[in-house]
């Protein structure tokens, strides 16, 4: 992890783009939801969630390519440590990546859309980190999984929506019953709970299955 | 070629789907959705033996990449056709029914969404089985398993989200006169439901077999 993390630091491409991305995302999608200059009401949520997977898609995407010159990613799991530590590595610098987008997106979708996110911040916040955390380990593991396979590029969202739309579920109906004119809070709560206990499972389930699904 | 029982149990199935027409025309017609409702003899068995073949595909997985045992894996590859195609039927029967019922081809209620999201998870097994490559099989198996864990939770969201839309009630209580067709044309499909996955697993066996000699005799 703290070598993709100098990596990143020194060219910041990954950084660069994604968040570039991210951007354009939400520009586009303020094309389709400003109708005579007034955003559509509730357009909000789902603009930060669906801008957020795609970018985390992308991010995804591009985090086991490094690993493929040379076959670095066999070396890596042949280094004498657990391999579990090498999933956790990947995972946090995706996690990482993926924040430092969060935050962009959410500006420019505050901005463009006037919305106040942060009248129950924690709540926000919460969801958002939540939610990061379970697509991302869904995520780092179907990419790691899939870095050797050739066709990595169009399976990769493949596999990876229907198994994470619980999370874009609670994350936009979440966020939504936050920003809406009466905020439901014990709803945010429940979304909140839900994503967590999301996080719980899977992160139980890609420790658990990343060794056997990387060994060749 | 297919051994005795999957025979037998064919021709068992076979006449219970040629007998089902018989009891769903004698089954009395339901009050407010009329003849459109016979669907639902066909319909709701499909998806019985989707949820089946979803977790017979989710479990062989599982023993698969943790026992390595390579029948596991011809199993879940099997379960995981089936789940497909049941689910096709389900997803083709459904918007019919809700169009006479409710007006729209598609009510976006929790039944209907869970099985679109599920039937797209093991759409993209078939996919990544096809494409994926060498090592493949070790993939699948372990999104597999990830679409089987991931079944309660969208259930939860999917309801969460859709309460807080009116609700439609699917399957009301039945009366006696309907359940009995209901179940059996269940059994028929059931009985299908075997027959095709240990007719595809014998398919997969064989196409080893053909695999590993075409191997032997390359070497040759």
């Not at chain 2, 149990?9 to 339901?30: S, T």
């Not at chain 2, 839309?165 to 399957?171: C, E, M, S, Y």
Request: with cysteine; glycine share 6%; proline share 5%.
């Amino acid at each position: 992890m703290c070598k993709d993390i100098r990596v990143e630091s020194r060219s910041r491409e990954m950084l660069y783009t994604t968040t570039f991305f991210a951007a354009s995302c939400v520009l586009v999608f303020s094309f389709a939801f400003v109708r005579s200059g007034r955003p559509v009401v509730g357009a909000e949520a789902g603009i930060i969630w669906v801008a957020l997977a795609y970018a985390g898609q992308l991010a995804l995407g591009r985090a086991f390519e490094r690993e493929l010159h040379q076959d670095a990613l066999r070396g890596l799991l042949l280094a004498p440590v657990d391999r579990a530590a090498i999933f956790v590595g990947k995972l946090l610098g995706i996690m990482l990546l993926m924040v430092v987008v969060e935050a962009v997106v959410v500006f420019f979708v505050a901005v463009f859309f006037s919305t106040t996110f942060f009248d129950y911040g924690l709540l926000f916040i919460g969801l958002l980190v939540a939610g990061t955390i379970g697509f991302a380990c869904v995520g780092a593991l179907f990419a790691a999984m899939l870095a050797r396979s050739q066709s990595r590029t169009v399976l990769l969202p493949v596999l990876l929506y229907p198994i994470t739309v619980p999370v874009l579920i609670a994350g936009v109906s979440g966020t939504l019953s936050l920003i809406q004119s009466e905020p439901n809070l014990d709803l945010a709560r429940f979304w909140l709970a839900l994503i967590v206990f999301f996080d719980v499972v899977f992160m139980t389930l890609a420790l658990w299955t990343f060794e056997p699904l990387m060994t060749e | 070629m297919l051994t005795r029982t999957p025979v037998a149990l064919l021709i068992v199935a076979a006449a219970m789907f040629a007998a089902a027409p018989i009891f769903i025309a004698y089954a009395p017609n339901e009050a407010t959705m009329g003849l459109v409702y016979k669907i639902v003899y066909f319909h709701v068995p499909a998806w019985f033996m989707m949820f089946l073949a979803i977790f017979v595909c989710g479990i062989a997985s599982g023993i698969y990449l943790f026992k390595d045992r390579v029948s596991a894996d011809r199993l879940a590859y099997s379960a995981a056709e089936v789940a497909v195609l049941f689910g096709a039927i389900g997803l083709t029967t459904g918007p019919l029914w809700a169009r006479v019922s409710w007006g729209v081809w598609w009510p976006w209620d929790v039944r209907t969404t869970l099985a679109l999201i599920l039937e797209m998870t093991f759409i993209a097994y078939l996919l990544l089985r096809k494409y994926g490559g060498p090592g493949s099989e070790k993939l699948s198996a372990g999104l597999a398993l990830f679409g089987m864990f991931n079944v309660p939770f969208v259930y939860v969201s999917v309801n969460v989200w859709r309460t807080l839309h009116p609700q439609t009630t699917v399957v009301p209580q039945l009366p006696p006169a309907m359940a009995g067709p209901l179940w059996w044309c269940v059994l028929a499909y059931l009985l299908l439901f075997v027959v095709m996955i240990s007719g595809r697993r014998r398919l997969e066996e064989q196409r080893a077999i053909v695999e590993r000699l075409r191997l032997v005799y390359d070497e040759d």
